[in-house]
């Protein structure tokens, strides 16, 4: 026996993320009718669980920076809303440059949140100093600062979305695979679960690392990549450090949470695929505790606690994949968000529940739209300020 | 580097009489200071608990360094000893009202979640009062330098009855062999490298060349890291002497049986005056044969065998069997424990000023779950062992279970130990597989919590992980609002988050939830633990090996 409600429904969300969770709350909101979300794990296996909870608006592209934006707009209101405290502090994002190069990254990023109307901000290593007193300023020849940027808890988001969207009768079928989708005729109308078949009029993929296995098996051409990404927490310690620090060199992004603990990563390379599972190395542990010191050596004492690890959902500009999938009608994409999609779910999501209703949205199709991958002489490249 | 190398070792400015091999903890035990600081969130009164260096009873900072553990640090002259999370001490800390002011507990997903600037204000708060100890004071001395990596052909973890036989055997054998302990043993072993004071942390799955696939990441007592790279892995990390949920059961004073032994003034010298000893197993006789004259009572969730009864009786010791363990009674230590005999109404309260838990014993099985070997739960100790399709080797090749963490015990140990020597060196020695605990009914805890819970008028403020603060009705909150199994429970009340991970609150959470969502607690879901099995120091780690950050160079 299945353990679905019904065999159809209006909108079926594969993945109980943060973008699939928000995105239904959107559309039952919008009274779109009968809505599943399945999802092969638990609540908060996925990326939105096993993020960083950063939330930045310092971003390359005009169009991002707006998006953010709204998203940081979104989570201050969060606990009103939701009735739910995410623990969203907005303790700034303190970028960290240690060459020239660097530094002109920083500008130029910065002349594009200014453009946005946020108050970003360069700082030299005395202004380093002030914002983050314990990190080392060796080899740091500036950075940039937005005070409004900020950290939060990521799994009280989906604790919120979850009760919520379920009081406002979306069925959440966890545990349930999504297998294959099912096609007939250019049109997404279905799809195949491990409780059996179901039927959608429209199937949104939502599925973050796991996106790109969906849409391949409805037969598209995806360049969605998983890539591992780990990430540890330390023990923890009275209040020291309040922004968020990212160091363009190594990737490194650190913040200390409400509750005292140091959590955070750096760019580090795995193989791609969702093959070898979810897993820690040494090798992250040595290249993160060596970072971790290098950023706060008085921090070489203190011990880390736990270490775990989650996919980036990759695409090849670095920017997410939002609207209609043009070569298969009801299949909508809200992927590839890499790394970024807690950060920006209040408001991309906002525009996903648009494209799922067929309604226009205000983001730029050749910037966002799945169309982008297949045109010939697409956009090139931006130059992250931080890769995933 | 401690101030004033020759002076006396000084506890928040007193001079403190430290002796030859004792731990900080049993030093300040000795002498009197029994609170050593706060709870995280609630600040209630903490002291030396589980006695290995896993929960956080005895955090201090020592020379500036924070979150130092008394029960595993050696003082040496001239050392600052301070408390941390407390103020002005551990005894009398300003911050202690919250834990009745709070009444229940906070409810920390809903309180003060609107309008903004409450929140706001709240989480201010919070982070001013929360965390442990402060950043360090200074850069710490840096650990010796490490040594190369080991490679060996086999890497022995736990040098206990089991973990020695296989190291004894293989080296026996001429097999290049390491053996590593967390604790200090005595004698070497013949053909064998022996590292103690060495804490195996993290086993990855195999992923290495053919001849050397495991890397197994340790953590030496003096700061330095080591990695082994190996064939072939046994692991015996053994076994850990469980918590028990009870009101106050995170009160100075509350030991598990370790702790209790740990904290010792001397090897029959408890420190205590009078404890109730919980458990009726092999455990709860050898704390009889150590400290007989100092223990009260005992007391166990289930029936008392003849062997101990006569035993206790011997001793003068009196004997509660099927009770309901109820509360630690007392303020800032235990003055008592609170019981009502199983199926009875009616409460009664033994005078005590500790309580040893010595009820059930737990399998180390981090490394097992790190390497990725297949587990699976067994109903009559309530915990998960590593399937071992056969007799002693995993469902990961190369790695091998021994001893109590594989379900072996007593005769069988040394058994399942020559087992997997023999496996290893490729004799055909012994047959058949070393027989583990025979199956058996649910573990009696089972009906033990539900007849807890099933107490009318509910119970009592119950710290259910004491890491973090998490209570039982936190747990309960999950369940009613709908969130099942053990991974989601976690991460809605961060039960098993703090530095223990999880060993004294996640197998009786399993048991409880098992209750309320009415399956059977394999259902509920693993009992995983991330790496590492204790927390590392950074300045440990980064003495590993690894291919450096890009640009750092």
Known sequence: MSRLARDRYRVVVVGAGVIGLYTAYHLASAGAGPILVVDRGFLSNGASGRNGGGVRQQWETRSTVRLAKEAVHAYRRFGSEFGQNIWFRQGGYLFLAESPGELDRLKAVDRVVAAEGLPSRLVDPDGVRRLAPAISLERVVGGSFLASDGTLYPFPVLWGLYERVRALGVEVALGVEATRVRTEAGRAIGLDTSEGPVGADVLLNAAGGWSGELSRSAGLTVPNVATLHEILVTEPLRRFLDPMVIRLSDGLYVSQTVRGELVGGLTFPHPSGTSRGMGSSPEFLSTMARALVRLVPRLSSVGIVRAWSGYYDETPDGFPVIGEDPRLRGFVHANGFGGHGFMLAPAATRRVAKAVLGEPTDLDPREFGPGRFLEPGRPGTIERLQPG | ?553
């Open chain 2, 1 to 553: 580097m401690p101030d004033d190398a020759e002076g006396p070792v000084r506890y928040r400015g007193r001079p403190l009489e430290t002796l030859q091999g004792e731990t900080l903890a049993q030093a300040l035990t000795r002498q009197g200071h029994r609170i050593l600081h706060r709870s995280i969130r609630y600040h209630r009164p903490r002291g030396p608990f589980c006695g290995v260096g896993y929960c956080t009873g005895c955090l201090v900072r020592v020379n500036g360094q924070p979150n130092v553990r008394a029960c595993r640090y050696e003082p040496s002259p001239g050392d600052r000893v301070e408390s941390e999370n407390a103020w002005p001490s551990p005894e009398f800390d300003a911050l202690a009202p919250l834990d009745r002011l709070s009444g229940t507990g906070f409810d920390s997903h809903r309180s003060f979640a609107r309008p903004w600037w409450a929140t706001q204000f709240y989480y201010r708060m919070i982070r001013r009062t929360t965390g442990f100890g402060r950043l360090a004071d200074a850069v710490a001395p840096p650990p010796p330098p490490p040594g190369p990596p080991v490679d060996v052909e086999t890497a022995v973890v736990g040098a206990g009855a089991a973990g020695s036989e296989v190291a004894r055997r293989l080296g026996a054998a001429g097999h290049p062999t390491v053996l590593l302990d967390r604790g200090h043993r005595s004698g070497p072993i013949e053909g064998t490298m022996l590292i103690d004071r060495c804490t195996a942390v993290f086993l990855p799955p195999p992923s290495g060349p053919v001849d050397r696939p495991f890397r197994l990441v340790a953590a030496r007592e003096d700061g330095r890291g080591l990695l082994v790279r190996a064939r072939t892995v046994v692991a015996a990390p053994g076994g850990y002497d469980a918590s028990l949920l009870f009101a106050g059961n995170d009160r100075p004073g509350v030991y598990t049986a370790e702790g209790a032994i740990a904290d010792s003034p001397s090897p029959t010298d408890p420190p205590f005056r009078k404890a109730v000893v919980v458990g009726a197993g092999a455990r709860a006789t050898e704390l009889l044969d150590r400290f007989g004259a100092s223990v009260e009572a005992i007391v166990a969730p289930g029936p008392v065998g003849p062997d101990l009864a006569r035993r206790a009786s011997e001793l003068g010791v009196e004997l509660y069997p099927r009770s309901l363990i109820l509360r630690a009674v007392g303020g800032r230590r235990v003055r008592g424990l609170e019981l009502a005999h199983r199926g009875a109404g009616e409460t009664f309260q033994l005078t005590c000023d500790a309580v040893v838990l010595a009820h059930r014993r737990l399998p180390n099985s981090q490394l097992h779950f790190q390497a990725g070997a297949r587990m699976h739960w067994r109903a009559e100790t309530g915990a998960y062992y590593p399937v071992l399709p056969d007799g002693v080797a995993t469902t990961v090749p190369g790695l091998f279970a021994v001893g109590e963490s594989a379900g072996f015990v007593g005769p069988a140990a040394l058994e399942s130990a020559q087992r997997a020597a023999d496996t290893i060196l490729g004799v055909a020695g012994s047959t058949g597989a070393p027989s583990r605990v025979e199956e058996a009914g649910p573990h009696e805890l089972e009906g033990y919590y539900r007849e807890l819970l099933g107490r009318p008028g509910g119970i009592p403020k119950t710290v259910a992980c004491p890491c973090e603060d998490v209570l039982l009705k936190d747990i309960a909150q999950a369940s009613q609002r709908g969130y099942r199994g053990i991974e989601v429970v976690k991460r809605y009340t961060s039960l098993g988050a703090g530095l223990c991970q999880g060993r004294y609150c996640l197998p009786d959470a399993l048991l409880l939830l098992s209750i309320w969502e009415g399956r059977p607690p394999p259902e509920v879901g693993y009992i995983r633990q991330r790496p590492p099995v204790v927390p590392v120091a950074l300045g440990t780690l980064a003495q590993l090996p690894g291919p450096g950050p890009p640009g750092a160079s």
